[in-house]
């Protein structure tokens, strides 16, 4: 546990059109989810924040892994991994292969709740994905 986490961000729309995104933190250890988080816009802040309530209760991992996406190549989150010690890890642009088990979460994810349930609210969204979680 805590050796390395993946995240990464995906999209989907609310019956209305209306698109979100979720970001998605994962052990690569144990697969386990340790988040998703869903709103309109997950600034770099925000994932930080995600990743602040996850580290106080297991810990900082010793690097995460991640593809080149703005919101995960920030200076926030250079800093806030500078400052706990964690390595940061970037895949090569095109290779989704190098983050397999986010791939594998976020297809299993996409497949059960995003492409199953029709959400009319960003709470829907959320409560189901919660219940999916626990």
Known sequence: MNQSWSIDFMHDALVCGRRFRAFNVVDDYNREALAIEIDLNIPAQRVVRVLDRIVANRGYPLK?????????????????????????????????????????????YRTEILDFYPFRTLNEAREITERWLA
Request: hydrophobic content about 40%; glycine content about 4%; some cysteine.
């Open 64 to 108: 995460m892994r991640m593809d080149n996406c703005p919101k995960l190549v920030s200076l926030t989150l250079a800093q806030w991994a500078e400052e706990h010690g964690v390595m940061l890890e970037f895949i090569r642009p095109g290779k989704p292969t190098q983050n397999a088990f986010i791939e594998r979460f976020n297809r299993t």
